[in-house]
């Protein structure tokens, strides 16, 4: 999910933007220092929006950097345990597929793709035994994530579709559609069954 924080922090400007208008200096270096990290607090950094408020700088000894107390704002996407999240397939393995949502890849197991025994053909994609339902690098999908770790550089998301009202896009449109006939069947069927109560005849019997 993408949030727009407001960030209060000293922003350490380093000498070669001592050049420039100090709110441009810090908008810099923010910019270098956030943009494209990633860590537990604040998840995915896309974009620092700008600088409220700067206060005077202050110099360390022995540190040729100058350091202003700031609030800033920061546009930054944080995946949330059991989210649901859009993304497309980049990438089909035999141990699974990793799908691009928002800035960051997440890994779905190959006993998550589908409700079914899955596995990789010899096209590239993961097919499904019973449903004959297939997976393929740039499929738009739907799934929900079940793990979150910031355990070194490369925080690791972990996916599932295996629960109803996941999966690639298709099947999703196809269960849809299965679901409107059965609807329309029963319906039917009702409308038969009321149909032919109202239309019997009732008999009397006359008391002799």
């Excluded at 779905?108 to 409700?115: A, F, G, K, P």
């Excluded at 449109?173 to 039917?188: L, N, P």
Aim: glycine share 10%; net charge positive; hydrophobic share 35%.
């Amino acid at each position: 999910m993408f949030y727009l924080l407001e960030v209060e922090d000293h922003v350490r400007v380093e000498p070669k933007h001592f050049g420039l208008p100090t709110r441009e200096a810090i908008e810099k270096q923010l910019n270098e220092s956030f943009v494209n990290s990633v860590n537990k607090e604040f998840g995915y950094i896309i974009a620092v929006v700008g600088v409220d408020n700067i206060e005077e700088g202050v110099l360390i000894p022995n540190d040729g950097s100058a350091y202003y107390k700031s609030i800033f704002k920061l546009v930054v996407w944080r995946p949330e345990l059991h989210e649901l999240v859009y993304g497309t397939i980049t990438e089909i393995t035999n141990f699974g597929a990793f799908m691009q949502v928002g800035p960051a890849q997440g890994m779905i197991h190959i006993s998550q793709t589908m409700d079914d025994y899955v596995s990789l053909n010899k096209t590239g994609t993961l097919s499904g035994k019973t449903s004959k339902r297939s997976l393929a690098k740039g499929d738009d999908c739907i799934a929900r994530i079940v793990a979150i770790s910031y355990k070194g550089e490369n925080p690791k998301i972990g996916l599932t579709m295996r629960q109803p009202g996941l999966g690639k896009i298709e099947w999703l449109a196809e269960r849809k559609k299965k679901q409107e006939v059965a609807a329309k069947k029963v319906a039917k069927e009702i409308a038969k069954e009321t149909k032919g109560v109202k239309g019997g005849k009732k008999k009397e019997t006359k008391a002799k």
